[in-house]
Every structure is written in structure tokens, then in C-alpha cells.
């Protein structure tokens, strides 16, 4: 079971990560809810990362980066079938 200390630490990464991610969604989608969602996203799924907390912040940084590029262009190809149909 992990410790308190453990999540307390993944949760100050993720709280590092979050305005970081918002704003490459921000920029990529143009749309605050837009990348609200795509930032919740991508915490969610990065903060199940093993051992997140103890990667250097620069992997930290490059992970959250390719994982909100990622679910952002989804985001965006999904926004835009929505409006076209």
C-alpha cells in the first residue's frame, strides 16, 4: 500500500504540471474549456505514473508536454467532427 507521503508528493507534481499543461492546451485547441478538459485528462492519466514525484522535473515537464499535445489534437479532431455533422 503506498504511503501518504507518497501521494502527497504526486499530488505537488501533478499541482507543479497543471498550469504548465493548461497552457500548451490553451495554445494548441484557442478554447478555455477546451483545454480544461484536456488538462484534467492528461493529470489524470500522468498521475499514474509510478514514482511520478521522483522524475526530474525536466522528464516531468516532457511527459506532461507530449501527453497534452496528444489529448489536445484529440480533443481538437473530436470538437471538429462534432461541429461538421
Known amino acids: 500500500m503506498?504511503?501518504?507521503n507518497y501521494?502527497?508528493?504526486t499530488i505537488e507534481a501533478?499541482?507543479?504540471?497543471?498550469t504548465y499543461g493548461y497552457q500548451v492546451a490553451h495554445y494548441i485547441l484557442q478554447d478555455e474549456d477546451l483545454a480544461i478538459d484536456a488538462t484534467k485528462m492528461t493529470l489524470l492519466a500522468i498521475a499514474q505514473e509510478d514514482?511520478?514525484?521522483?522524475m526530474p522535473v525536466e522528464v516531468?515537464?516532457?511527459k506532461m508536454r507530449k501527453m497534452i499535445i496528444r489529448?489536445?489534437?484529440?480533443?481538437?479532431?473530436?470538437?471538429?467532427a462534432s461541429i461538421t455533422i
Open 14 to 18: 501533478l499541482r507543479r504540471l497543471e
Open 71 to 80: 489529448e489536445s489534437l484529440l480533443i481538437k479532431r473530436q470538437s471538429h
Open 7 to 9: 501521494f502527497n508528493r
Open 60 to 62: 516531468q515537464h516532457d
Open 2 to 4: 503506498k504511503s501518504t
Open 51 to 54: 514514482d511520478l514525484y521522483k
